[in-house]
């Protein structure tokens, strides 16, 4: 399979940007984006080699965006300046799951102390915990809820990269937006991905802009390879590059948001100008827990997100309680996880997902257990929950009480999620970013912006709210945890995640993955197959996938034997078999440089000079 040339079209030329917004952004800078080659990419499940590098490393989810963030890397940016290049191009390139319009969590390391930074979309001020309430007082069903002026949060994507960038950039912030405008202006190769994306899709012919743009006159899908341009977006970037988050907070383009979500023809929204202009993107303190690996004895220190994601709290709760069974020493069997271990891990997943659903929501709104959500991994009470685990599958487990204490909250009922995709850099100083960005589900709320000029395209607004609980109580009254509130930022299962030796305090890993809620298991797998299992990234990330959201055992079809399902449904598991497509992107640090990976389900590859 053949990806794009490691900078063989990079060309170096002094171009002074205009519009930076950090000190180092007045400065000029040697780098002009060279478009690269554009291959039709192959159809469905692809094995990759993994991609050893030295100097750098870059992982995304699409060979343009990796290709962004290698060439601003060789230009002397940091791991931020790669990331947010590789985010623009994603806006363009991969719309269905990520950009301008969204969210994100950014995880840094600069060698030092690692730093979490929030830029989750946030309800309205005016929003209620009725919002997705019908007339009669019952949930909306939960696609109504999606393709509506109710689901879309206040994008915080752009603030979060900008409060990065002047903490951690080093090229201009104008300098960063060349790629995408580039690449929006002379069009990109329209790949398999978003094509069979767009194939499946039922709703985004619905909304004029995104019909015009994604669809032909007899409104189908362009096809693969079609050069899709996107001059609209283009100049959308053009005044990023020179007002930065205010482009999507006053001005044409804010205005043109509000009015979309506001006069959605079904169910419009309540977001104002208001909204927009006072979100602010938060640091907030990094979620970091010690992991033993029993099969070899070493100890690693394993840093996330904290809520509103309840991403790393699972991750924690599921590594730990696994330690306290025979899991943590078992072997892969013929190079697949087998029954034994995979009754274990989904009976952990049960317990944590439990936890979640009572007690995670927006830390500014929802108090954690006890005052501190690292209750939640207290060794006491994860062996305490590791002993609920039998022969037999407890099929649906019950929240635990890791404080001690009664809780107030109701535990959410069970709800789709959706969406995302991952970003990995480590740059020439070492410093390392794990990103994690989305707009929920595929295509968002399936509403496009621009800025009304008459250019054609724009970007598609997030459907984060929908990560909401529709109910906001249960039958006897308590409140959901995870209800809607007004400003509150909705719960998330994205899961960046940094690695570090225990003891030396080195880095080993950066990585993450799209999946909504699966997003959880699927950097478990990251972790466990890495350090458990003595895999590296790569051939982690190519393993099956397996999950249980505290429901069904879910198995990715076509890839465990038999053997293993009859096995899993003697222990009392209702297996499912379905895709389960991951987007994992992962670095991990060698002793020559870096090696990484990229998920074999979806289109993205890793850049860095070849050794």
């Given at each position: ?37 554009q291959p039709n990419d192959p159809v469905g499940y692809q094995e990759k080699p993994g991609w050893a590098t030295q100097g750098f490393a870059v992982a995304a ?416 009254g308590l409140p959901i945890a995870n209800r809607v509130e007004g400003g509150k930022r909705p719960r998330s299962s994205m899961s960046p995640t940094l690695v ?101 389900r979806r289109e993205g590859v890793v850049m860095g000079p070849k050794p």
């Open positions: 399979m053949k990806f794009l040339k490691y900078g063989s079209k990079l060309k170096l030329a002094v171009a002074v940007l205009v519009g930076g917004l950090s000190a180092c952004a007045i400065q000029p800078t040697a780098f002009n984006y060279a478009t690269p080659d989810a699409n060979p343009l965006a990796t290709d962004a963030g290698y060439q601003v890397l060789m230009a002397g940016g940091s791991a931020i300046d790669a990331a947010i290049a590789v985010q623009m191009v994603l806006t363009l390139v991969e719309p269905q799951s990520s950009g301008i319009g969204g969210g994100a969590f950014v995880l840094h390391h600069d060698g030092k102390k690692v730093e979490a930074y929030d830029g989750r979309e946030a309800a309205p001020s005016a929003a209620t915990d009725k919002l997705f309430l019908d007339a009669q007082g019952k949930p909306l069903p939960f696609i109504d809820g999606v393709v509506s002026g109710l689901s879309v949060g206040v994008p915080g994507t752009l603030s979060v990269l900008e409060m990065a960038h002047k903490e951690h950039g080093k090229l201009p912030w104008a300098t960063l937006m060349q790629p995408a405008i580039q690449l929006a202006e002379q069009g990109f190769k329209l790949s398999p991905h978003l094509h069979r994306g767009l194939q499946a899709e039922a709703y985004l012919m619905k909304d004029p802009v995104a019909a015009s743009y994604f669809y032909d006159a007899q409104g189908k899908p362009h096809p693969v390879g079609y050069v899709l341009k996107n001059p609209e977006l283009a100049a959308i970037f053009r005044d990023i590059a020179v007002r930065g988050s205010q482009a999507l907070k006053q001005g044409p383009v804010a205005e043109a948001l509000v009015q979309k979500v506001r006069q959605h023809p079904t169910r419009p929204g309540s977001m104002t100008l208001q909204d927009l202009a006072n979100y602010k993107a938060k640091k907030r303190e990094p979620l970091c827990f010690d992991h033993a690996v029993q099969t070899t004895g070493k100890n690693f220190q394993l840093c996330g997100f904290p809520p509103p994601s309840s991403g790393t709290l699972a991750i924690g709760q599921m590594l730990g309680i696994l330690n306290n069974t025979s899991a943590g020493k078992m072997p892969l069997e013929q190079g697949l996880p087998s029954s034994d271990w995979l009754h274990f891990y989904t009976e952990a997943a049960r317990l944590a997902f439990a936890d979640r659903g009572q007690f995670v929501g927006d830390p500014d709104f929802v108090q954690a257990p006890g005052g501190d959500w690292k209750t939640m991994l207290h060794p006491t009470y994860l062996k305490q929950r590791s002993s609920l685990i039998g022969s037999q599958s407890m099929k649906v487990a019950q929240p635990g009480n890791p404080a001690g204490t009664k809780t107030a909250y109701a535990p959410m009922p069970s709800q789709e999620e959706y969406g995302t995709s991952h970003i990995s850099v480590i740059d020439r100083d070492g410093n390392a970013v794990a990103m994690t960005t989305t707009i929920e589900a595929v295509f968002g709320s399936r509403l496009m912006v621009n800025s009304g000029q008459g250019r054609h395209g724009g970007f598609l607004l997030n459907n984060e709210l929908t990560d909401f609980s529709f109910a906001p109580t249960d039958a006897k570090f030796e225990k003891d030396s305090g080195k880095l080993k890993m950066t990585g993450g993955s799209p999946g909504g809620a699966v997003i959880i298991h699927y950097t478990g797998k990251l972790l466990i197959g890495t350090l458990q299992w003595g895999l590296n990234t790569q051939q982690t990330i190519n393993l099956p996938n397996f999950s249980s959201l505290n429901g069904p055992t879910i198995l990715e079809e076509k890839r465990f034997p038999e053997s293993t399902v009859k096995a899993l449904q003697g222990k009392g598991h209702d297996v499912r078999e379905t895709p389960l497509p991951s987007g994992l992107q992962a670095i991990e640090v060698t002793p020559t440089g870096f090696f990484g990976g990229a998920d074999p």
